[in-house]
Structures are given as structure tokens and as C-alpha cells.
């Protein structure tokens, strides 16, 4: 089976960087993905990391270590607009992606 | 122009009986898959599909039948709904099985009364 954990709930300030950390333990791991989701919406991919390091798109970065089961999603220059859920998936050689809890990220002005 | 379209966007209905969502991309890609969310925002894998072939079935009650009729499709029967399959479902597609990004669908908030 998969475990993955993500924390339930994040508080920043408009103007600030958070960092969300994603740990899993799976076999077979193909890749991890990160997904916005608004209250009422559908998911929306983010980024995604196959490799260990650092993948960066604008105010958005995702790690990734392989060898410690870990990423995190950096959040730069926080806005109102980034307040949601923020979703880590890890994708097996199967093909199945397998969604963490969420972490809901309310930015305050 | 809608990538990837549900409907209905809501369903209520009564314990027993039987209903289906459909889901639509027009993507042009390879696998579908559907998700169920429920009231605690977890977001579940159901069933993947790719180029109308099921890949991916998870533990779900033989209640939930998926069907493709081709690869832009891939619908979603439910038999005899019980109380607990209120939630909201996702339909998702990806250019192919492995390492794409998911499109999901505007979800399908089904509620059993």
C-alpha cells in the first residue's frame, strides 16, 4: 500500500513563502505530482517531479528526494487567490495516482 | 471550449436506485479515469481506463460500473445507491497513463436521500 502524509491545515501571510511538505512510502514510484484545489472546484496540476531537485514555475517550486520519500511545494509571494487545498499525488509504475489528505492553506491579509 | 465536461453538475436521489454520470474530453488523450471525493475532501481513485481498456479498478462495490464507449468518453453507473455514495465525483483525463498531468472534470455532487 501507499502512505502518504501531508499536514491538514497552513496559515500564511499575503506577501510571504510557505513551504508544504509532502512524506510518502510506496513501491514502485514513478513520479509526484502537486495539485491546487479550491473550495468548490476541481483539482488543478501544479507540477510534478520524476527526478530529485528543484522544478520551478513562476511563484511555484516543487522538491522532490527520492531517497527520503519527501517533497514539498514552495509557495513565493503569497496572494489571497492562493488560499485552497494544495494536494500531493504519487504516481506508481501502475499508472495509479494516489492522492494525500490535502493541505488547506488560508492566507491572511 | 470545455476540455474535460461532466453532467449532470448535481444529482439528488433516492436510496435504491440507479443513475449514471457521463464525462467527456475532448483532449484528445489516451486515459480516463473517475475519482470520488468525499465529505472530508479526500480525493479516491475509482477506475482508470486507458484507450478504452480498464487498467486501473480499485476496491469500489461492484455497484459502481464504469463503461467507455470510446477513448473521449467514459461514463459512470451506479446501481442501487446507497447513502454513503453521497459525494462528489471526478472525472479526470490524462495524454496517457504515465507521468501526464490530470484534467479533471468540474465534478458531479451526487446526493442520496
Known amino acids: 500500500g501507499q502512505n502518504i502524509d501531508q499536514p491538514t491545515e497552513m496559515t500564511a501571510t499575503e506577501g510571504a513563502i510557505v513551504q508544504i511538505n509532502c512524506t510518502y512510502q510506496?513501491?514502485?514510484?514513478?513520479?509526484l505530482f502537486w495539485y491546487q484545489q479550491h473550495a468548490g472546484e476541481a483539482p488543478t496540476f501544479l507540477s510534478y517531479?520524476?527526478?530529485?531537485g528543484l522544478e520551478e514555475k513562476g511563484r511555484f517550486s516543487s522538491f522532490l528526494s527520492r531517497s527520503k520519500g519527501y517533497s514539498y511545494l514552495l509557495l513565493k509571494e503569497l496572494q489571497m487567490k492562493d488560499s485552497a487545498s494544495y494536494l500531493c499525488?504519487?504516481?506508481?509504475?501502475?499508472?495509479?495516482?494516489?492522492f494525500g489528505d490535502g493541505t488547506t492553506l488560508t492566507v491572511k491579509p | 471550449d470545455t476540455a474535460v465536461s461532466q453532467t449532470p453538475k448535481y444529482l439528488v436521489t433516492q436510496m435504491g436506485n440507479d443513475k449514471s454520470i457521463k464525462c467527456e474530453q475532448n483532449l484528445g488523450h489516451d486515459t480516463m479515469y473517475w475519482y470520488k471525493q468525499d465529505s472530508k475532501k479526500f480525493l479516491k481513485i475509482m477506475f482508470s481506463y486507458n484507450n478504452k481498456e480498464l487498467i486501473i479498478n480499485e476496491t469500489v462495490p461492484n455497484r459502481f460500473s464504469p463503461k467507455s464507449p470510446d477513448k473521449a468518453h467514459l461514463n459512470l453507473h451506479i446501481n442501487s445507491l446507497e447513502l454513503g455514495d453521497s459525494a462528489v465525483y471526478f472525472c479526470?483525463?490524462?495524454?496517457?497513463?504515465?507521468?501526464?498531468?490530470?484534467?479533471f472534470g468540474p465534478g458531479t455532487r451526487l446526493t442520496v436521500l
Open positions: 499525488a504519487v504516481e506508481t509504475n501502475a499508472g495509479k495516482s494516489t
Open positions: 479526470a483525463s490524462s495524454q496517457d497513463y504515465e507521468l501526464n498531468e490530470q484534467f
Open positions: 517531479n520524476v527526478l530529485d
Open positions: 510506496t513501491s514502485g514510484f514513478n513520479g
